[in-house]
């Protein structure tokens, strides 16, 4: 029997019970591996200590687990009826595979958008310049059908005719904005996407890296499933961020630039911190670091992001961000600069009552740069 129709005969008889991901780990082994390392598999409660500690804080109503809209959308039943169990999709695969690759449209709306499924499970959206259009397996015979190649999946077809998985729209019905019942946009992202953009949010956040996309392909690279952030390749974002420095007489200041096309640090409880250091010779002098952060309000005094009518402090790192240190830099001295980010604060792990919170509020080093004067 030829290899492929052995293959799916097994996979076609799996499929009936496996999870939908596991289908495809079968033929995108090294996409699947770095797919179950990443948030959008660790996601739901039941995955991500954080999100369980935000949700048993957030005041419920009639609704129930309105987060499943982004945070696991794939458990259909979650979704439709608000109720929360533990089950295969919420630990394997809340936002799947197959969710992603059929996102069709997304919907603008006022508090979040929504993504718009084509509803088909075995067509999927991808994006490779030159190839639009849509394609489905082909076999071809040579030498008289001593030796047959083939072309694209046996298992689904291909869409590359999407623009949304082109200039990274795909990624904005869940990323756009996730406003609070008072309007106050509490994952901010800022987000503008423009075509004219060397980079996207898929260039930037899944670049290319070693090992083929399928089994069937000597392909070198597929696009990095594990996104590329504050927990994976963090030291990648670091070519996206630049430091400028000037000197003056009593201080100095450094422009922090953002090369994306977002805001840096935006989700709540999130900080990014800029830490100086200055050799004096045999001295080493610590700076106050600068913290980015939104803090959010109401009448005036700080409460917890879903209560806030406003934000009375905004900090974050748009395209461009001026920090002043009041310190004199001399000849001779070293200065290092650090930015990084801790997913949640200090003060957001207490709010939350995270237990064993270290690993959280963790300083994770996105760039360093030492400057010699
Ligand atoms: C029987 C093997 C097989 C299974 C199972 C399979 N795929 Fe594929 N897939 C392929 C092959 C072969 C290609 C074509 C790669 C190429 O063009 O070189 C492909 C291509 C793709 C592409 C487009 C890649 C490109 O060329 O840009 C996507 C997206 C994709 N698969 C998603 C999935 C998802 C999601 C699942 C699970 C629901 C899945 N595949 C299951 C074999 C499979
Ligand atoms: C409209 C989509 C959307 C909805 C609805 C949503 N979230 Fe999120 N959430 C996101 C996105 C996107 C991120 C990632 C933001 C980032 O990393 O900058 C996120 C991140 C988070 C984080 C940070 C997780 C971490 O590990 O750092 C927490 C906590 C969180 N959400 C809690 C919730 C809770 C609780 C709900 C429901 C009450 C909810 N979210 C509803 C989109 C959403
Ligand atoms: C179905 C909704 C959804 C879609 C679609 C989606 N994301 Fe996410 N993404 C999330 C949520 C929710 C989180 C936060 C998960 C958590 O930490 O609890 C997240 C986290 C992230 C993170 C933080 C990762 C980290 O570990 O630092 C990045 C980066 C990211 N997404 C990029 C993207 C990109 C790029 C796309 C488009 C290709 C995309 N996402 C599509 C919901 C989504
Ligand atoms: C958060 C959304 C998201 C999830 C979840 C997701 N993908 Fe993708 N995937 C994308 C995007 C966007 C691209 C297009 C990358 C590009 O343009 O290079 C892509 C590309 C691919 C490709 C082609 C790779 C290449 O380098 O051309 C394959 C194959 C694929 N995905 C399979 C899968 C499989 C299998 C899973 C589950 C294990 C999965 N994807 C989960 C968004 C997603
Ligand atoms: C030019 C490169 C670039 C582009 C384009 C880009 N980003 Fe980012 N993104 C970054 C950098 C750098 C960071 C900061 C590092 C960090 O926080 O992980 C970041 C942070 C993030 C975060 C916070 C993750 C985290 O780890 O806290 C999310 C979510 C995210 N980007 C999603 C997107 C989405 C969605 C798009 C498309 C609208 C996009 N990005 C476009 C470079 C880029």
Request: net charge neutral.
């Amino acid at each position: 029997m030829n290899r492929f129709v052995l293959f799916c005969t097994v996979l076609f008889a799996f499929l009936a019970e496996a999870n939908e991901n596991k289908v495809c780990q079968a033929c995108h082994p090294a996409i699947y591996a770095e797919y179950y390392q990443s948030s959008h598999r660790n996601a739901s409660v039941y995955n991500n200590p954080i999100h369980k500690a935000m949700w048993e804080k957030y005041p419920k109503d009639e609704k129930g687990y309105t987060c499943a809209k982004c945070h696991s959308p794939s458990d259909v039943e979650a979704l439709k009826s608000g109720v929360l169990t533990k089950n295969d999709t919420q630990m394997h695969e809340p936002i799947s595979c197959i969710y992603c690759h059929t996102i069709q449209d997304v919907k603008e709306e006022e508090n979040s958008n929504t993504n718009i499924s084509s509803g088909k499970t075995r067509e999927f959206y991808t994006a490779q310049s030159g190839k639009e259009g849509s394609v489905s397996f082909e076999k071809q015979s040579s030498l008289f059908g001593l030796s047959t190649s083939t072309k694209n999946s046996p298992f689904h077809k291909i869409n590359y005719d999407n623009k949304n998985y082109y200039n990274g729209n795909v990624c904005m019905g869940c990323h756009s904005h996730t406003n609070n019942a008072h309007g106050i946009d509490i994952t901010m992202l800022d987000a503008k996407i423009d075509e004219k953009d060397k980079n996207s949010c898929v260039s930037c956040h899944m670049p290319q890296v070693l090992g083929s996309k399928t089994t069937f392909d000597e392909g070198k690279t597929h696009a990095f499933h594990g996104m590329a952030g504050i927990h994976m390749e963090r030291k990648k974002m670091a070519e996206y961020i630049d430091f400028k420095l000037s000197k003056n007489s009593n201080d100095f200041s450094i422009s922090i630039i953002n090369k994306s096309n977002h805001a840096l640090f935006g989700q709540a409880y999130r900080q990014g911190v800029l830490k100086a250091e200055i050799k004096r010779g045999k001295k080493t002098i610590e700076l106050e670091p600068f913290i980015f952060e939104r803090k959010f309000a109401k009448d005036g005094k700080e409460v917890s992001p879903w209560e806030a009518t406003e934000v009375s402090k905004d900090t974050l790192v748009y395209a461009k961000r001026d920090v002043i240190f009041n310190v004199a830099l001399q000849g001779g001295d070293i200065l290092t600069l650090t930015l990084g980010v801790k997913r949640i604060s200090e003060e957001g792990a207490k709010e939350l009552e995270l237990k064993d919170s270290s690993e959280f509020t963790q300083f994770r080093v996105l760039k360093t740069q030492n400057f010699n004067f």
